[in-house]
């Protein structure tokens, strides 16, 4: 896919520039804008993705960006200024959060618009995997874990295969300060990559052997399902794997070919591994 009409979704990028610090040297853009943000996107038929408000540029001159996900329609439908109507009044809102002075870069951003139709795809693809695990678990999450929605995601883009992971965040180890206890499922991937060693395949995607991952395309046939939960410093929603060997808190997994059955085998046994993810009993 190379051109923008490709995408059902296009991503744009509002950004400024803030090489004088007139917006000051500390966050808050990012949790003061956020509402507002959510809501003038979704009356506009968009979708707020998140803001970056303390990153610098390698000459270390501040910027602040917001990402916006614009459906086909709502990008093909410029204002005389060449850019989507309907980022015009989310530009006037900020406009109005941050001191004058600043440049403003808008543009469309291929690297997110990317992510998220290969994101999409995986989903689409393997819902008959992820609904059964979304289902079993969303309602078992704790400690803020509910904020960070679950999230199919492209790792990997080779010629003619894409590699990703599905991961949902449960809740704080209470065993490890500063860790998130997260759930990855997909496939059993060993028996797919047959014609070469499987550890040196997995290292190749940055992934250890008997990761659960998402293929596209997806392979033939019968498959095996595995699911696999982990305690690390998992930051957020960016990223759900770590590189330091001593990252890992905690490890568990889980084998089965029906979906169903796997999901409903994790979720009981979590519950008896972390008692207090235990849904309370209904009155």
């Known amino acids: 896919m190379r051109d923008w009409s490709d995408f ?51 000459d270390e001159t501040p910027y602040y960006a917001w990402w916006v996900r ?25 406009t109005t959060q941050l001191p004058d002075g600043l440049k403003w870069e808008i543009t469309p951003d291929r690297e997110y618009t990317l992510d998220q139709a290969g994101s999409s795809a ?27 929605d679950p999230r199919a995601k492209v790792w990997q883009w080779e010629e003619d295969l894409l590699v990703g992971t599905f991961d ?19 496939l059993w991937t060993e028996p797919h990559f047959s ?30 399902f595995t699911a696999r939960a982990e305690s690390g410093p998992f930051s957020g929603k960016n990223t759900s794997r770590t590189k330091e060997a001593d990252a890992i808190g905690t490890a568990h997994q889980w084998t089965a070919t029906d979906p169903d059955v796997l999901a409903e085998r994790v979720a009981r046994d979590l519950q008896l591994l972390w008692p207090h993810l235990t849904t309370p009993k209904a009155s």
């Open 8 to 58: 059902e979704w296009v991503v744009w990028r509002l950004g400024v520039q803030d090489p004088q610090h007139l917006a000051g040297g500390g966050p808050g853009l990012a949790e003061r804008t956020h509402a507002t943000m959510t809501d003038l996107s979704g009356s506009l038929g968009c979708v707020y993705e998140h803001c970056v408000d303390t990153d610098t540029y390698p």
């Open 70 to 94: 614009l459906p086909a329609a709502e990008h093909a439908r410029r204002h005389t200024d060449g850019l989507p109507q309907a980022l015009h009044p989310l530009r006037e809102y900020l």
């Open 122 to 148: 995986m989903r689409t693809a393997y819902d008959g995997l992820i609904a059964p695990f979304e289902r079993a678990l969303m309602p078992l999450r704790r400690d803020g874990a509910d904020a960070l």
């Open 168 to 186: 949902l965040w449960l809740c704080n180890d209470p065993n490890r300060l500063n860790t998130w206890l997260v759930v990855t499922v997909g």
């Open 195 to 224: 014609d070469e060693e499987p550890a040196h395949r997995m290292g190749s995607f940055g992934f250890t052997p008997h990761h659960p991952l998402l293929l596209l395309p997806r392979p033939p046939g019968p498959v095996t």
